[in-house]
Nanobody
């Protein structure tokens, strides 16, 4: 059973918006830090955004700062990534991940649970 399930990916035009969701499956992850990471064709997977267990603290990659917003719902089980002012270079498979601690991390190796990913394609 996949512990995290992403949704909301698709095709958008440059300058447009998309909202990704990541739902917990099998366990709540309500006390876990969460993150969004992405992998573009031919590139390594990279960190995009992270949020602590309560949602009170967030961190972003420089490439998305000011355009993307990570948040989590009141039950702290679902995490969102609001993506605005999309650029073609944002095209990638976006993965949701959870870390077995309350603090976020920008390092991929620190995440313990992963979703299967959702494709985001931004056309110019």
């Amino acid at each position: 059973q996949v512990p995290l399930v992403e949704s909301g990916g698709g095709l958008a035009q440059a300058g447009g918006s998309l909202r990704l969701s990541c739902a917990a499956s099998g366990r709540t992850f309500s006390t876990y830090a969460r993150g969004w990471l992405r992998q573009a064709p031919g590139k390594e997977r990279e960190f995009v955004a992270g949020v602590n267990w309560s949602g009170s603290s967030t961190v972003y990659a420089d490439s998305v700062k000011g355009r993307f917003t990570i948040s989590r719902d009141n039950a702290k089980t679902t995490v969102y990534l609001q993506m605005n002012s999309l650029k073609p270079e944002d095209t990638a498979v976006y993965y949701c991940a959870a870390r077995s601690t309350i603090h976020y991390s920008t390092r991929l190796m620190d995440y313990d649970y992963w979703g299967q990913g959702t494709q985001v394609t931004v056309s110019s």
